[in-house]
């Protein structure tokens, strides 16, 4: 499945700024066997002093950029065609969940897709007692891991209310979780802290949702923005299982990669430091459209 992306991201400051320094984290990722970037060209208004484009270490594509001259905003434009490719061959067969830990501490590998950089707690990710508890009440000792994944995302699913008023990007993600109501990072958040909780490597996934469902399908939550779910780990040779917690469903050719990371932190799609005073509104718009579509 071929994809067409166009994403805007528009931020309105009060007053004017005088300077300003950023990083972006939108464009899809290039992944073998997953998807891959046919063409993708960002564009910055205004146009920036400085710019510097970037693979971080998870291998992420991030830019960099400043403006140095008075400015009321910024915004931040993609176009990007992806093609989707379905898996050549069944997943291989997940590790048992009681074998999982012993797995995890014989791994010495330390690049980016290692679980051991996904065990612990996060800037955004807590290691919770509720929420451990709560996924501990969802699996039993004869599971996979991968049961066990889909078993506490689809038990979050059922007990979480989407909810695009109820949290704001900064909203801990044990407050989401006593309130059970949420946007997609916050359902991704407390999914990552309940696997962690009971020995899962677990990450956080950016990326793009398919905007039109295929006819007689729902339409997807979280498909109006940028969208969030979760990777957990279940062993050596089944590797990294998707899961989109908000939406129930392990991810598939609908969900577009932008960024792989331990949580929102690693991976926000624009953060950065301004020099100016007053408030600030910022808006996105998203469009994901299947080739041949309009």
Not at 65 to 77: L, R
Not at 109 to 125: C, K, Q
Not at 141 to 160: F, P, W, Y
Not at 214 to 238: F, I, K, S, T, Y
Request: proline fraction near 7%; glycine fraction near 8%; hydrophobic fraction near 45%.
């Amino acid at each position: 499945m071929i994809y067409d992306i166009r994403l805007t991201i528009a931020t309105d400051y009060a007053g004017f700024a005088s300077a300003g320094r950023h990083l972006v984290c939108v464009m899809p990722r290039d992944l073998g066997g997953e998807q891959r970037l046919i063409a993708g060209l960002l564009n910055l208004h205004p146009a920036p002093a400085h710019r510097h484009d970037r693979v971080d270490f998870f291998g992420n594509a991030v830019v960099e950029f400043a403006i140095d001259a008075p400015h009321q905003g910024v915004e931040v434009s993609v176009q990007a065609r992806i093609e989707k490719t379905a898996p050549s061959a069944a997943p291989a067969p997940s590790l048992p969940l009681s074998a999982l830990a012993n797995a995890v501490a014989r791994c010495r590998d330390m690049g980016p897709d290692s679980p051991v950089h996904f065990t612990a707690a996060s800037p955004r990710v807590p290691l919770d007692a509720s929420m451990t508890r709560f996924a501990a009440a969802q699996i039993t000792s004869d599971m996979t891991t991968a049961q066990a994944i889909i078993a506490v995302g689809r038990a979050l699913h059922e007990t979480m209310r989407f909810d695009a008023a109820a949290t704001t990007v900064d909203t801990p993600a044990s407050e989401a979780f006593a309130k059970r109501h949420g946007v997609c990072q916050d359902f991704s958040h407390i999914m990552i802290a309940c696997l962690r909780g009971i020995g899962i490597p677990a990450g956080y996934v950016s990326g793009y949702l398919r905007t039109q469902p295929p006819q007689g399908m729902p339409r997807l939550e979280g498909a109006d923005a940028m969208h969030a779910w979760v990777r957990a780990w279940c062993g050596p040779n089944a590797g990294w299982l998707a899961f989109d917690p908000t939406n129930d469903r392990v991810a598939d050719q609908s969900h577009i990669i932008v960024a792989h990371g331990r949580d929102y932190a690693d991976v926000s799609p624009i953060r950065g430091i301004l020099r100016g005073s007053g408030g600030q509104k910022s808006r996105q718009s998203v469009d994901v459209i299947p080739l041949g579509e309009t």
